[in-house]
């Protein structure tokens, strides 16, 4: 796990050096792998742990460690307004022993755009492009709270559906990396009008994809079994970040607090309007 210093300081401040901090790290279990210019520790993670997989799990104990103060990310605490009648976007969970839950939610209005220097600072720092402020929104929350999450252009959808189910015997899906796998029922799939547009828990696809003339999204955090996407991914020869917190054990409830993470991110940053969608738990 990457530790960027000025990203853990937003939640604790320590007065230590970057190599005490190191030292505090690694009493905790999570061994020195490499320091990068005393700006970003880079800790070995040995455990099954996916909140240290988050800067916000690392913070925690190290503030509980340290004995110093731990600071909350702001949430969204309003309420949203439910979508207008046929705006909806309707879920089906076809394959319940593999989902947990599925938080969505509605964004209308929104302006993609570049996005700004702290968001980019602390991305970039963890090893993660800036590609726009929606798409950056969604990877700072996955590193930020542990909860990965993904945006889908609802103008892209020819159906306001989100139907997840096992992929079919030989089913084909282009990757957003374009690598073109061929899948099978051990995998499952998220789809609209028939048509996957991401596999579930591994990767998504072009297909809805987020660009500049995006107005209007459907977010969703969703919760797996990890066994089946750590077998999956390892199957495809596709390890990323997603995956690397996905296999593990991931408590229902994050998905929850990771949607009003974004929610107040998507608010301040790209404006608009959010909508309720359905929770499936």
């Avoid at 731990?70 to 593999?98: H, N, R, Y």
Wanted: hydrophobic residues 40%.
């Amino acid at each position: 796990m990457k530790i960027p210093l000025l990203w853990l300081n937003d939640y604790v401040e320590s007065k230590k050096s970057p190599k005490e901090i190191a030292e505090s790290f690694t009493l905790l279990g999570l061994m020195l792998d490499k320091n990068i210019d005393n700006k970003v520790l880079d800790l070995e993670h040995r455990m099954d742990r996916s909140d240290w997989l988050s800067i916000m799990g690392c913070a925690r104990d190290l503030a509980a460690f340290e004995g110093l103060n731990l600071k909350q990310p702001e949430m969204f605490t309003g309420e949203c307004k439910p979508a207008p009648l046929g705006q909806g976007v309707e879920i089906k969970v076809e394959c319940p022993e593999l989902v947990r839950r599925f938080n969505t939610r509605i964004f209308k209005n929104i302006k993609v755009q570049t996005s700004p220097f702290w968001l980019k600072e602390r991305l970039e720092a963890y090893g993660i492009p800036s590609i726009n402020n929606i798409v950056d929104i969604t990877n700072f929350v996955m590193v930020e709270m542990g909860q990965p999450m993904h945006a889908q252009d609802l103008s892209k959808m020819e159906k306001r559906e989100i139907v997840i189910r096992r992929a079919r015997v030989g089913e084909e899906l282009t990757t957003l990396l374009g690598q073109t796998i061929t899948l099978d029922p051990e995998c499952f799939v998220l789809t609209q009008n028939g048509k996957a547009t991401v596999l579930g828990g591994i990767v998504g696809t072009p297909l809805t994809a987020v660009d500049e003339s995006t107005t209007e999204i459907v977010l969703d955090a969703g919760n797996y079994d990890q066994v089946n996407i750590r077998k999956n991914s390892r199957k495809l020869k596709i390890q990323n970040e997603t995956v690397l917190r996905y296999d593990k054990f991931l408590s229902p409830k994050l998905t929850e607090i990771a949607i009003a993470r974004a929610t107040k991110l998507l608010l301040d940053l790209a404006g608009g309007e959010c909508f309720m969608n359905i929770d499936y738990y």
